[in-house]
């Protein structure tokens, strides 16, 4: 029980701090990373946090791990913002094929694609250049 | 050859040892093995007095249900991608200790559902089901050569496993789960409503069927036996009340799909897992209601025009016999019909909860073995942590975080538990030790 509350307590934290971050002013469009990947966190855990889970492990046979996925840290962005919108199932990524279904999320505007995007893939160990709007912006455009 | 022969010395001596404590034990308790010892640290679980627990083998792969045969033997079923027969594991313990040192494999498919009934042994797919004669042994004759009982039920891109049980009729259940959350118009979309009917439920969201020993059923052969089930993993036939029970797995991400009616911590606690008492035509409501733990009552979906409180008045769907706290997705439920373990246990329910993921941003749930007490053919509803510490910390943040995730359970002859694990493949063998007098 006391794990439990030591754990949300943590958790609440974590947002808190977050929150903070979300503070800082940036002009949206601006292309700078550390206001964009403190932005896509806060996306992140109400949009991805779910299934993708805190520590960005997925969860074994049902949801994709980001963290350390070779998909999330690499050059393809054009891939990881077509998941975005269109979601993904039945897929096998890295040898294993996962039972769960991601909906699309294209409600999300380009910015917080860009900001979620930046953020998972600067998250945990993952470390791999920024996602802009522009892009996102680009492949929207294709997927219409 | 010489092995062989110094290996049947060992095994007689093993035998004859077997047979003097045999003769010392208890003569109310048959058929013990009482050279079998816990592991040192009982493998890592927390157990209550008077257990131990062995780990019987490891790193297997994902191992799904499993069933112990008349010789002690276990077969267990692999899920997802397999390799060329490794569908079926086969462990025998060679020597007596408990541990397997003989570990073969058979089929080309995986899938989780296994089970052995009237002299065969029945393993699923994800789409099929088939059986294996055995000898007098309950050793599988052909592994080669199953018979094909059931075909081409429906699979989605999730719960798509299928569980079975036998009863004692002839007959074979199967769960054929929902290939949905929630039966929305777009499947886990924020604020999308459900489809009304929902269409899935004609042929899944339910339990199947069939005849134990008709070849190539499909839907046409077969009953749906009960609906309104979103996923079924754990179900057990208890031979005693002569009535299957099923653990559905309750639906997920209230709050993100609908945050107006749900905050995240509503999410994390709602909606029950629950446990049925089936009778032919039983509904339990999915996916047009959902089982609420803190209010105890049946509410209306937010799909289909609930708001989080509205009470569900339809008589059409059932009550669950007993609820648990919510997404610590049920996989396996064996009721315990041995002589080893404590007369408390006997005819209640062991029920292996996987853990949950669901409950972000609070610490994940479950990731253990409960017990269940029956009194009357029904759940006290008192039931309590039989063993814990698979996951080996304290608070899994994250899923991932967990090192072992019960799944299937299973009796052996001698009356020992049975515990897989499908995240490292692990299999335990949970044993009660004599009281100390």
């Known amino acids: 029980m006391k794990a439990i509350k030591i754990g949300v307590l943590t958790i609440a934290a974590f947002i808190l701090i977050n929150n903070q971050y979300s503070v800082a002013s940036v002009q949206p469009g601006v292309p700078n990373i550390k206001a964009s990947i403190a932005r896509g966190k806060e996306l992140y855990l109400l949009q991805c946090l779910a299934c993708h889970q805190i520590d960005g492990g997925g969860v074994p046979h049902l949801n994709a791990p980001l963290d350390g996925s070779a998909n999330v840290k690499g050059k393809d962005k054009a891939m990881l913002i077509k998941i975005v919108l269109n979601g993904l199932k039945g897929a096998e990524i890295e040898g294993e094929s996962y039972s769960n279904v991601m909906a699309s999320h294209k409600d999300l505007t380009d910015q917080q694609i860009a900001d979620i995007l930046t953020y998972v893939r600067n998250a945990w160990s993952n470390k791999a250049s920024q996602v802009t709007v522009a892009e996102v912006k680009a492949v929207r455009a294709k997927l219409k | ?437």
């Open chain 2, 1 to 437: 050859m010489k092995k062989l022969v110094s290996l049947s010395l060992i095994a007689i001596a093993i035998l004859a040892m077997n047979f003097t404590s045999l003769l010392a034990a208890d003569s109310t308790r048959t058929s013990k093995l009482t050279i079998v010892k816990p592991d040192a640290d009982n493998a890592g679980l927390k157990l209550p007095v008077g257990f131990g627990a062995l780990k019987v083998a490891d790193n297997l792969g994902k191992t799904r249900h499993l069933v112990v045969n008349a010789q002690g033997d276990i077969y267990t079923k692999i899920m997802g991608k397999v390799g060329s027969e490794k569908g079926i594991i086969k462990l025998h313990d060679v020597n007596g200790d408990g541990k397997a040192e003989e570990i073969t494999s058979f089929g080309n498919y995986g899938g989780t559902g296994i089970a052995i009934k009237n002299g065969y042994l029945y393993a699923s797919s994800d789409v099929e089901v088939f059986r294996y004669k055995l000898n007098e042994k309950e050793d599988v004759i052909d592994s080669k050569q199953p018979e094909r009982i059931i075909t081409g039920l429906k699979k989605g891109n999730q719960h798509e496993t299928k569980s079975i049980a036998l009863d004692n009729d002839g007959n074979i259940y199967v769960n054929i789960g929902a290939y949905s959350n929630s039966c929305q118009i777009e499947d886990r979309t924020k604020g999308s409503l459900g489809k009304m009917p929902c269409p899935i439920l004609d042929s899944a969201g339910g339990i199947w069927q069939f005849k134990a020993n008709m070849l190539n059923q499909s839907y046409p052969q077969g009953i749906r036996y009960a609906t309104g089930l979103r996923n079924v993993v754990g179900l057990d036939w208890n031979s005693q009340l002569n009535q299957l029970f099923v653990m559905q797995h309750g639906r997920d991400q209230l709050h993100d799909l609908f945050p107006d009616l749900y905050d995240d911590k509503a999410s994390a606690e709602k909606p029950a897992e629950t446990m049925y008492a089936i009778k032919k035509g039983t509904n339990a409501g999915w996916p047009y209601i959902y089982y609420d733990p803190s209010m105890n009552k049946k509410i209306v979906a937010p799909e289909y025009g609930g708001d989080g409180k509205k009470e569900s008045t339809d008589p059409a769907f059932s009550d669950p016999a007993i609820a648990f706290p919510a997404h610590m997705a049920p996989n396996g439920l064996l009721f315990y019909t041995g002589n080893q373990f404590p007369d408390k246990y006997k005819n209640g329910a062991f029920i292996a909860f996987h853990g949950s993921w669901n409950r972000a941003p609070l610490p994940q749930e479950g990731y253990f073995v409960v017990f269940v007490p029956f009194e009357n053919g029904k759940p006290t509803g008192k039931w309590e942590v039989f063993a814990n510490g698979f996951s080996g910390v304290e608070v899994v943040t994250g899923t991932r975080g967990a090192a072992h995730r019960p799944c299937g359970l299973a009796q052996g002859p001698d009356g020992s538990l049975y515990v897989s694990d499908d995240s490292k493949g692990t299999i335990y063998r949970i044993i009660y030790q004599k009281e100390t007098k």
